[in-house]
């Protein structure tokens, strides 16, 4: 579907809210990682360096697409707003009953008068890449974080780059289940991945 076209009709069922959220306990530190490694081969042509430091597992009690939606939006910007040689990196902790999410980049940053706008409908503060998107990631990011009783705030500089922090409800369920809930094919093959990259070194 046009991409245009999908988020317009999806921003607006969610402002209407004429869908409910379909929540589900499951792990947000995979899913970062999954929606980030979709990026790879635009990181990779892009020649920028990519750093990732996430909890082994974080549960959420949310909607999957919706937050899958806040994450591609967030790396997206990040990729396209970020020069070749440059960095971007996400960081995931909990904190207390809060999962904390920061993706940050060292790319060409906002200024003050950009930062207040992005996340309005249609804003684009960058001309350079206006004409790439329509100005409507961050509105929607914005839109399922309220309805995912989330929270957003970003830091930036002109020039320097951005960070975008998330803040999340962690999922009410006891660390010890925490390892049962997480072990979903998904979350098996996941893991089983990652040994076999930590016996490669
Ligand atoms: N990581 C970032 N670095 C610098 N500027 C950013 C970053 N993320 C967002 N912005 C600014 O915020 C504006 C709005 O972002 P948003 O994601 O809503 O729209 P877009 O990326 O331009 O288009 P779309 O998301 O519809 O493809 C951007 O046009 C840009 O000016
Ligand atoms: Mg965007």
């Excluded at 904190?95 to 706008?117: P, Q």
């Excluded at 660390?175 to 998904?186: A, E, G, Y």
Aim: aromatic share 8%.
């Amino acid at each position: 579907m046009n991409i245009l076209i999908g988020n317009i009709l999806k921003l607006n069922k969610l402002e209407n809210q004429r869908i409910t959220p379909d929540a589900v306990t499951y792990d947000v530190s995979a899913q970062l990682c999954e929606s980030l490694l979709q990026f790879e081969e635009t990181w990779e042509e892009k020649e920028i360096e990519v750093e990732v430091d996430v909890e082994d597992h974080a549960m959420v009690t949310a909607d999957e697409s919706f937050l899958e939606l806040v994450w591609n939006n967030l790396f997206s910007n990040a990729i396209k707003f970020t020069e070749s040689g440059g960095k971007i990196t996400l960081i995931q902790i909990t904190e207390g009953d809060y999962i904390r999410v920061s993706v940050s980049d060292t790319g060409c940053g906002m200024k003050e008068e950009t930062r207040k706008y992005i996340f309005d409908k249609f804003y684009q503060g960058d001309t350079s890449h206006s004409k790439e998107g329509n100005g409507l990631g961050l509105s929607l990011v914005k839109r399922v974080l309220e309805l995912v009783e989330g929270s957003i705030e970003v830091v930036s500089e002109e020039g320097k780059g951005s960070t975008f922090h998330v803040t999340l409800p962690a999922a009410a369920i006891a660390k010890k289940d925490c390892q049962s809930f997480s072990n979903t094919p998904q979350n098996q093959r996941y893991d089983r991945e990652i040994e076999r990259e930590k016996t490669k070194k």
